[in-house]
């Protein structure tokens, strides 16, 4: 079961502004990343369902992770209520999609554990809400619209809380769209966890970026509070 309450892993993802995503199929080095993003300031963690076996080592993250009260580890491009059992099982904070399936929704309603698809309308996101989604996941962040899609939302919909992901980078002018817009937090993968990076076990980098990056939304929240 989950380690953290949901109310814990929302407020967590709302505070820091920021979830890195990433997958990798070897364990150690998925535990060097997630170690990195820790140390670089971050609890809320997003391991996605990405390769064949994912959940392997998803459960080995967990396990070697299960003392260190830092981390709260979710996945992530979870599309359908059996893998989102399978995950849960293996303690998932927080389930994440590139899809709303409202059995997932369900299914995590009923574990108490925060579920965040992704929408592309006005319409999916308020079916995601009517199912009790928190904060919501819009993918691919730029397809759908961008910051001016955040904004446009906000207009008739005030109470929504929205995560992009797909077209968020660790620079200002990126950031200082997507939070002036009036985003909840922002899910960051591949700009952020860098395929040389990885390869060249440069961890210290990966620490290094996330933490110059979690300073730079802290003062883009001073800033642009949510409303």
Same mark, same amino acid.
């Given at each position: 079961?989950?380690?953290?309450?949901?109310?814990?892993?929302?407020?967590?993802?709302?505070?820091?502004?920021?979830?890195? !995503?990433? +997958?990798? %199929?070897?364990?150690?080095? &998925?535990?060097? /990343?997630?170690? =990195?993003?820790?140390? #670089?300031?971050?609890?809320?963690?997003?391991?996605?369902?990405?390769?064949?076996?994912?959940?392997?080592?998803?459960?080995?993250?967990?396990?070697?992770?299960?003392?260190?009260?830092?981390?709260?580890?979710?996945?992530?491009?979870?599309?359908?209520?059996?893998?989102?059992?399978?995950?849960?099982?293996?303690?998932?904070?927080?389930?994440?999609?590139?899809?709303?399936?409202?059995?997932?929704?369900?299914?995590?309603?009923?574990?108490? !554990?925060? +579920?965040? %698809?992704?929408?592309?309308? &006005?319409?999916? /996101?308020?079916? =995601?809400?009517?199912? #009790?989604?928190?904060?919501?996941?819009?993918?691919?962040?730029?397809?759908?619209?961008?910051?001016?899609?955040?904004?446009?939302?906000?207009?008739?919909?005030?109470?929504?809380?929205?995560?992009?992901?797909?077209?968020?980078?660790?620079?200002?002018?990126?950031?200082?769209?997507?939070?002036?817009?009036?985003?909840?937090?922002?899910?960051?993968?591949?700009?952020?966890?860098?395929?040389?990076?990885?390869?060249?076990?440069?961890?210290?980098?990966?620490?290094?970026?996330?933490?110059?990056?979690?300073?730079? /939304?802290?003062?883009?929240?001073?800033?642009?509070?949510?409303?």
């Amino acid at each position: 079961m989950a380690k953290y309450s949901r109310l814990t892993v929302l407020n967590n993802m709302v505070n820091a502004g920021m979830i890195p !995503v990433f +997958y990798h %199929p070897d364990a150690d080095v &998925a535990e060097q /990343i997630v170690r =990195a993003c820790l140390d #670089g300031g971050l609890r809320c963690v997003e391991f996605t369902n990405r390769g064949d076996m994912a959940h392997i080592v998803y459960g080995e993250l967990a396990r070697r992770f299960k003392d260190d009260d830092r981390l709260i580890l979710g996945v992530g491009s979870v599309v359908d209520a059996p893998t989102a059992a399978l995950f849960l099982q293996l303690g998932a904070n927080f389930v994440v999609g590139p899809v709303l399936n409202p059995e997932v929704a369900r299914l995590c309603n009923r574990r108490k !554990v925060a +579920y965040s %698809p992704g929408c592309g309308t &006005a319409s999916e /996101i308020s079916a =995601a809400e009517e199912l #009790g989604v928190e904060i919501v996941k819009i993918f691919p962040g730029s397809q759908v619209g961008g910051p001016a899609f955040v904004k446009a939302i906000a207009g008739p919909m005030p109470w929504t809380r929205i995560m992009p992901t797909g077209g968020v980078s660790p620079d200002e002018e990126n950031l200082r769209a997507w939070f002036a817009a009036g985003v909840a937090c922002v899910g960051m993968g591949s700009k952020l966890i860098t395929k040389e990076l990885v390869a060249a076990g440069d961890f210290d980098a990966i620490r290094r970026k996330t933490a110059e990056t979690v300073a730079l /939304i802290k003062e883009l929240r001073q800033q642009y509070p949510l409303k």
